[in-house]
């Protein structure tokens, strides 16, 4: 009897401080990052030290809210547990196993690049669990496997899957479950909130804004007519010039007209500091002090089923094809540049 073929999926995410003495050191990891400050390293490093260390403090107490760290390395945990049970079933011929890869705390890349290779599979796919692409995010972990990774297999990427028919639904099926559940107070406004970024990211050829609002109108579309609905961004911070509307000011503008507010996180897959502490805490008292009458949050989609079943079909259908591609019908476009499929299919 021949032995199955092993397939290791790779789950990038953030990562987060498991605790508070890992804060600073998470921050450096994070602002050291030239994907997140493009400064040369002789200016970078000085510069996240700086940062890492003025922000710690505010960040030690946002994380004391949580317990002293973050909870996305257990949700992403429950996420890779939910992922194989899928696979098993969807890939009966084959041993899969899911490997969890942090960009800036533990297990982060290289760990796992070690361990996958110790596992020694047949191929691999990494599997981002952020839906839309940027280069901070999804470019930036695959940049970091490509220099990991030195074991063997064939290395398949999904980019992303910002119109994939399993996100859409389990985001509409959320919204409206909650929605109900709260007694559908109306009228009401929906917000997609989703992590900013500097504009200078986006007008260099970053996909990420043209993504975050084609998810947001497929799920508007997939919740049907009579909804009002925005995407907003959330967590602005520096002197730059972020992409908007800020979730913030909408928060403001909504609860002055007197509607309620649906806040639903679109970028974010787990529940983490932006979600528990940002939305659920700072923007909730923000839209009670403005006259909200009455603010829902949505939760993030974590192992919703049909989320799940559909990071399955995304590793399926990514085996049979060579390099990078969307695990959806998406299709950026040549303007932008910075498309990981785009840079593939130009080189």
């Not at 498991?18 to 804060?23: E, F, L, S, Y």
């Not at 800036?104 to 596992?119: D, F, I, M, Q, R």
């Not at 908007?244 to 974010?268: K, N, R, W, Y």
């Amino acid at each position: 009897m021949s032995p199955r073929r092993k397939v290791a999926v790779v789950l990038f995410n953030l990562g987060g401080p498991d605790g508070p003495d890992a804060v600073r050191p998470f921050l450096f990891n994070l602002f050291r990052d030239p994907a997140i400050i493009g400064a040369p390293a002789i200016i970078r490093y000085p510069l996240a030290a700086l940062i890492s260390t003025t922000r710690a403090k505010s960040a030690k107490a946002n994380y004391a809210m949580m317990g002293g760290g973050s909870p996305l390395l257990p949700e992403t945990e429950k996420q890779a547990l939910a992922l194989e049970a899928s696979l098993a079933e969807a890939m009966p011929d084959a041993e899969t196993k899911c490997f969890i890869a942090m960009r800036y705390w533990k297990p982060l890349t290289e760990e796992t690049a070690k361990a996958v290779k110790a596992w020694a599979p047949d191929e691999v796919v990494l599997l981002p669990l952020y839906p839309q692409f940027s280069t901070t995010t999804t470019g930036s972990s695959v940049k970091a496997w490509n220099k990991a990774y030195r074991g063997p297999g064939k290395v398949r990427a999904v980019c992303c899957y910002p119109t994939d028919d399993a996100l859409i639904e389990a985001h509409a099926r959320l919204i409206r479950e909650t929605y109900e559940k709260a007694g559908s107070p109306g009228p009401a406004r929906l917000l997609f909130s989703a992590h900013g970024l500097p504009e200078k990211v986006i007008l260099a050829g970053d996909p990420y804004q043209k993504q975050i609002e084609a998810t947001a109108a497929a799920v508007a579309a997939r919740l049907g007519d009579g909804w009002d609905w925005k995407v907003t961004y959330q967590s602005r911070v520096g002197p730059l010039k972020w992409i908007g509307p800020s979730t913030d000011d909408e928060i403001v503008a909504a609860s002055e007209e007197g509607l309620a507010l649906v806040v639903t996180p679109i970028a974010f897959v787990s529940e983490h500091i932006e979600t528990l502490v940002e939305l659920d805490h700072e923007y909730r008292e923000l839209a009670v002090e403005a006259g909200c009458p009455a603010y829902i949050r949505v939760a993030a989609l974590g192992i919703e089923p049909v989320f799940i079943d559909g990071l399955a079909k995304a590793v399926v259908e990514a085996l049979p094809r060579d390099g990078v591609a969307p695990a959806c019908a998406w299709r950026c476009g040549g303007d932008l540049s910075q498309c990981p499929r785009t840079r593939e299919v130009a080189a």
